[in-house]
C-alpha cells in the first residue's frame, strides 16, 4: 500500500533518495515553479518521466489529503494535468463516475498542509539490526524506543535523529505505526536518511547491540545518576520509554546504565521529544568532543518555592 507524503521538506527529501519508489507526484504551478530554482529537486523530478508529475490546483491538493475519518479521497479531476501531456486520470461521467473507485486508502488527516504538493511513494524498506553491528566505527548513536506509538512523536524523534547523526531509530513490531505522511512531515525529510529498524523482540534486540559493542542507557526519572554521569562516548543506545509509562521494567532491567536528566523540582515533567533531543544532544556532543570520562553536575538544583506543587 502506498503513503501519501505530503509537505516540501518531506517532498524534496522523498524525490531526492533514490531508497524511495515514487509513483506519482501532485503539484501545483507556484510549486513547480519553485522547484525550478532547485537545481537537486528540479533534477529529480525531472527524472520521473512522463505522466507521473500532474498539476493540480491547491483545492485538488486540499481534497485529496481531506481524508480525516479514514476513508479514502478520490482520484484526481479533470483538473490535473501531466506535465506536458493530456491528465493521467481524465475527468468520468455518469455512472462511471458514481463508481468511481478511491485514490488511496491511508489517512492523511483533515487540513493538512501540503505546500502545493503531495508525492505517491511506497513506503521506506527497513534496515536489518544486524546493519548497526560495524566494528569499524568507534562512535555509534542508536535510538531505541519502547512503546512510543504516536506518529507524531516518532515523525520528531526522526527528526532529531537527523539532527544528532542517529544511526537508526529501532522499534518492535508489535507497536510501531505505519510510516505516513503525517509522521513525514513532522519529521521534515529526515525519514528519508534515519534509518528504521522494526524488530519482533525488544529485550532480544537490546542483547544484540550488546553483542555489536554498544552500551545500553535507559531514561527514567527514577535513576539515580544524572546523564551527565554517564559516560558516553562509543556506541551508545538510548532507550525512550512512552511518555504515559516509561520504559518498562523488563527494559529496564537490560540496560547497562539508567540516567536521569537534571530538572527542575517544581516541574519536572518532560514529554518524550524533549526529553530524547536532550539526551541526544549529551551524548552527540560526549562524542564529538572526545570526552571519554563521566561529568559531574556543577553546583546544586535550586529548591521548588512553589507551594502549590507537592
Known sequence: M????YGRHACYAALLNPKRKIELVFITQQTLDDIDKDAAAKQALSRLGPGRVLRVEKEELDRILA????????RPT???HQIGGKSAFPAKKGKEARGQKPYDALKAGFGATHQGIVVEAQPLACVPLESLN???????????????TDPQNIGSIFRLGGVFNVDAVIMTARNAPKE???????ASGAIETVPRCVVPN???AMRSLKGFGFWCVGLTEHATQSIREVDLSGKIALIMGSEGEGM???TESICDFNAFLPTSPCFSTLNVTTATAIALYETFVAQNNHISSPRKLV????QCSNTHVP
Open 180 to 186: 505516513t505522511g503525517a509522521m513525514a512531515k513532522v
Open 202 to 204: 525488544l529485550a532480544d
Open 299 to 302: 553546583g546544586s538544583l535550586p
Open 134 to 148: 560495524n566494528p569499524q566505527k568507534a562512535n555509534q548513536i542508536v535510538l531505541v524506543l519502547d512503546h512510543i
Open 67 to 74: 481524508n480525516n475519518d479514514g476513508r479514502a479521497a478520490s
Open 2 to 5: 502506498t503513503v501519501l507524503l
Open 78 to 80: 479533470s483538473a490535473a
Open 248 to 250: 518498562r521494567h523488563k
